[in-house]
């Protein structure tokens, strides 16, 4: 194999760590594809750090210990996640997309992959200290930012359904009480999807009164699995009080009570503003 050249070794490394976010991948993995020394690949990872941070794409991070390397954490900057939910929040902000029962019309936005996907990485950024093992969500507008944030944190995506496949096997059904509708409804996972002990995060698209969410809980509790956090593309302004508590959302709406009300607001929810 001729030589491979540094800046031919950096475009690759950084090609494979940001294709595999949160992955750890070890020196020697690099040096037997480059056919370089240890000491050359440190050199290589110190110069992607610096370039990761001098311009804020993220976090590159060297890990200790015996199963120890590199790995790459696309952490949005907070001052450019706030900027990035405002802009958001400006566009939804329309009474067109109010619909009865005081929910607002996000579907058109949940669709766009490069929407989205700031969406799941702004969220992992969260919970990277809480090590997940897979994020939870409800069908179906969920999936597509729960999948962006399962991504990110490389775990993998674990949906709960309505009713359950025969497809999948065996699985846990319960009841729980909408907390927009105030129905009881039913929620399902095959037995095969999560194991006990395990740590999910919960994702999913919009929180009205926090039922739903409270189902999710109540589900992996039957599966003996610890929720370590819940985050929310949305959620609404009231009911102050939801059925769960300790969640991060990205936007807060006020709830209309009227869909042809001539202004939505809609605002970044407080977390951002911190640094």
Request: glycine residues 8%; hydrophobic residues 45%.
């Amino acid at each position: 194999m001729d030589k491979v050249r540094r800046n031919e070794r950096l475009a690759a490394m950084s090609k494979i760590l940001t294709d595999s976010p949160n992955r750890i991948y070890t020196l020697s993995y690099f040096c037997d594809m480059f056919g370089a020394a240890k000491s050359t690949m440190s050199e290589d990872v110190d110069i992607l750090k610096d370039v990761v941070s001098a311009y804020a794409l993220g976090d590159m991070q060297t890990v200790t210990g015996a199963a120890g390397g590199v790995r790459y954490r696309p952490i949005v900057p907070m001052a450019e996640a706030y900027k990035f939910v405002d802009s958001l929040a400006q566009k939804l902000a329309v009474p067109q997309r109010v619909l009865p029962g005081g929910f607002l019309y996000l579907s058109d936005i949940l669709s766009q992959p490069e929407l989205v996907g700031i969406m799941g990485r702004i969220l992992a950024g969260q919970y990277y200290k809480t090590e997940p093992d897979f994020v939870l969500t409800m069908e179906t507008k969920g999936i597509p930012v729960a999948y962006e944030t399962a991504k990110a944190l490389s775990v993998p995506l674990v949906i709960a359904r309505r009713s359950s496949k025969v497809y999948e096997g065996p699985a846990v059904n319960i009841n729980y009480v909408s907390g927009s509708s105030g129905r009881i409804e039913t929620m399902s996972l095959p037995r095969r999807a999560v194991t006990e002990g395990q740590r999910a995060l919960i994702v999913d698209d919009f929180m009205k009164g926090g039922g739903t969410a409270k189902g999710m809980v109540d589900l992996m509790r039957e599966f003996a699995v610890t929720v370590v956090g819940m985050a929310f593309v949305m959620s609404t302004a009231q009911p102050v009080k939801k059925r769960v508590d300790n969640y991060k959302v990205l936007m807060v709406m006020d709830e209309v009570a009227d869909e042809k009300a001539d202004s939505v607001t809609i605002k970044p929810a407080d977390w951002l503003t911190q640094e």
